[in-house]
């Protein structure tokens, strides 16, 4: 995963795969997902973030995994 910030844009962009990008769907006004071809999300950008994510901030946690 690849978190990119543009802040002449206040553009966050997230990368969960690096696969070719099929199609753009708009979630919300500023909120986008892109899709690969077999319907898989690959990134997901967020304008205006720090406004619209209160993107400040990135911090990663990796939670343990959880056994039964």
């Keep these: 995963m690849k978190v990119k910030y543009f802040p002449d844009t206040d ?11 099929q199609e753009t769907k708009e979630i919300s006004e500023n ?4 899709i690969d071809a077999m319907g898989n999300l690959v990134g997901m950008t967020i304008e205006h973030a ?9 911090s990663l946690q990796e939670m343990p995994r959880q056994t039964a």
């Design 11 to 21: 553009t966050a962009h997230v990368e969960f795969k690096d696969n070719d990008v």
């Design 50 to 58: 720090k406004a619209n994510a209160d993107l400040w901030e990135f």
């Design 31 to 34: 909120i986008y997902i892109d």
